[in-house]
């Protein structure tokens, strides 16, 4: 087993938070053909529990790296009889080990509404679980999951509760089911689509959003827009994929007004949904990377995004209409506040609002602001 301390040791050293975790780990064990699916997800594991748990450390005298690595598994429910023989020559721990959730986080950013700094930092040592959205034969879907002894629990009728890894991919009809977390679904209650209605999805990204919208009603005219070509794509291959009417698709950055303007061409839209991009960290439990890396500055960076975007969306609201205005952030800086420069700005005013606290579900966090 020293081969994979050698490899976990190399890939703590390298990594640098710049491309997702699992991106990263991906390329990385692809340099290494003679590591094999168990060795992968042993490195996985490692690699995810010593992001979530490593800061929070507290322990008099020096640690090893390897001693570290094994309070982190312990720390997350990782430690599995997987890595019993890859820890049986390290030292035993001779010292009371201590853990300080607020290490992980030593900053003083308020957050939202509706969760405490207490259960979110407890939240990070947890993965988060799963979720699929159930689109069609949801009796065939049972069926074969009860057939390969996967479990699953009902969060809502058409939300299902997997456990991490589950090898759904190939098991379930591609056409059938959405990969979405529980919290994202339940954006949809704001949402309220209905039949005529013009819609702009302003930040689609690969389309979660836009599926769940054309779901719900596929009568809307749906217009989506992001800055980026590739994933505009990736949403167009998606809408196929689940047999869905294509949006209008348009290139287009929210945050620059003239491109909006040429988008909408003088044609306000009924409704708008600004799934906004923010720090994510209503997500971080599941990317537990970007909390190991956080920079502070980060959040008045997306904030001021976040006011650009709405502010020159809003202008295109049909009069009665609505603004569905949604980050997956915890932090009041890119959720009420934001909310509070869009009315100081724009004739909208707050009709709902919340934060959407998935912790209890093992879900993700999302803040929503429906805006009239």
Known sequence: ?????????????????????????KAYTKQYPI???????????????????????????????????RECLVLCNAYTPLFDKMFSLVAPIDVPVGFDKELLFPHDIPLSEGITRGEWLAAMQV????????????????????????SYEFITPTCLAL????????????????????????????MRPMAGERWYDCCSGAGGKSLLLRDLCPGIDLTVSDK???ILDNLEARFRQYGLRQP??????????????????????????????????????????????????????????????????????KKGGRLVYITC?????????????????????VAEMRLINGIATGADSMFVAVLQ
């Open 228 to 230: 980026r070509r590739s």
């Open 35 to 69: 590591l094999g699916s168990r060795d992968r997800r042993m490195l996985g594991m490692l690699a995810y529990s010593w992001y979530r748990c490593s800061k929070g450390l507290v322990r008099d005298g020096d640690p090893t790296f390897q001693q570290r690595m």
């Open 127 to 150: 993965q988060p679980r799963l979720f699929i959205r159930i689109r069609r034969d949801k009796d065939g879907i049972l069926a074969l999951l009860d057939g390969k002894d996967i």
């Open 1 to 25: 087993m020293q081969y994979l301390w050698q490899h976990i040791s190399n890939i703590i050293e390298a990594y640098k938070g710049d491309v997702p975790l699992t991106h990263f780990l």
């Open 248 to 317: 209008t698709v348009i290139v287009a950055d929210a945050a620059d007004r003239q491109q909006v303007d040429a988008l909408a061409k003088g044609h306000p839209f009924d409704n708008i949904l600004a799934d906004v991009p923010c720090s994510g960290s209503g997500t971080w439990a599941r990317t537990p990377e970007q909390l190991y890396y956080f920079d502070p500055a980060a959040v008045a960076r997306f904030s001021q995004l976040q006011q650009a975007i709405a502010t020159n969306v809003a202008r295109y609201v």
């Open 329 to 349: 952030s915890v932090f009041r800086q890119e959720n009420e506040d934001v909310v509070k420069a869009i009315t100081g700005a724009t004739p909208l005013r």
């Open 163 to 190: 456990p991490n890894g589950a090898a759904i991919d190939t098991l379930l009809p591609a056409e059938s089911y959405v990969v979405q977390d529980a919290s994202s679904q339940a954006t949809g209650a704001y």
